[in-house]
């Protein structure tokens, strides 16, 4: 069961995140934030992962497709809150 505060948590969380690395031009606070949105991810309700993550397991995970991962996960979490 995925409850309220676990979608709300993550949405702040990953939105914070999503914002600062969008606009960040230094590759080490990239990295850092990557690290630790990876970090999150393997602690997260697996449930509400794969919600989010359509069944991908490296969802959040893969440094190439990482800013487009966390701008849908934001977007889906903001659409079920």
């Known amino acids: 069961m995925i409850t309220k505060d676990s979608i709300e948590t993550a949405y702040s969380f990953l939105h914070q995140k999503r914002n600062v690395y969008i606009h960040s031009s230094l590759d080490w606070q990239k990295d850092d934030i ?15 992962l794969e919600a989010i993550s359509g069944g991908r397991t490296d969802f959040l995970r893969d440094h190439k497709r990482f800013q487009e991962d ?8 903001e659409n079920i809150l």
């Open 70 to 77: 966390i701008t849908k996960a934001v977007e889906i979490l």
């Open 34 to 48: 990557e690290i630790a949105i990876a970090s999150y991810a393997d602690e997260m309700s697996q449930e509400l």
